[in-house]
């Protein structure tokens, strides 16, 4: 059974940091793009950030560029989302998600963790 579990979401003020964790069971992780996503009230999910199964190559939407860095730990089957220079518009539930391409597509999503930027 696949499960991805997200964790380190909260509520920090503009400006500030946060750092996500997303630990994954159930699959050959180091063999899985993984992505973050993220999803404001009444908005559409939207991709944050993809890094490669290797971590060689990493991705970003122009929103989050030069604040937010993925990264990965194969070793720890967790990937990692750390976010800087947070801004109101950062406020969203943040989702991870293991992608791998084949003969079959396999997809799999955490459950979120909310990210609050509030003054």
């Known amino acids: 059974q696949v499960q991805l579990v997200e964790s380190g979401g909260g509520l920090v003020q503009p400006g500030g940091s946060l750092r996500l964790s997303c630990a994954a069971s159930?699959?050959?992780?180091?063999?899985?793009?993984m992505r973050w996503y993220r999803q404001a009230p009444g908005k559409e999910r939207e991709l944050v950030a993809g890094i490669t199964s290797s971590g060689s190559s990493t991705n970003y939407a122009d929103s989050v560029k030069g604040r937010f860095t993925i990264s990965r730990d194969n070793a720890k089957n967790t990937v990692y989302l750390q976010m800087n220079s947070l801004k109101l518009e950062d406020t969203a539930v943040y989702y991870c998600?293991?992608?791998?391409?084949?003969?079959?597509?396999?997809?799999?999503w955490g459950q979120g963790t909310q990210v609050t930027v509030s003054s």
């Open positions: 159930g699959l050959t992780f180091s063999s899985y793009t």
């Open positions: 998600c293991a992608l791998r391409w084949g003969s079959i597509t396999l997809e799999y």
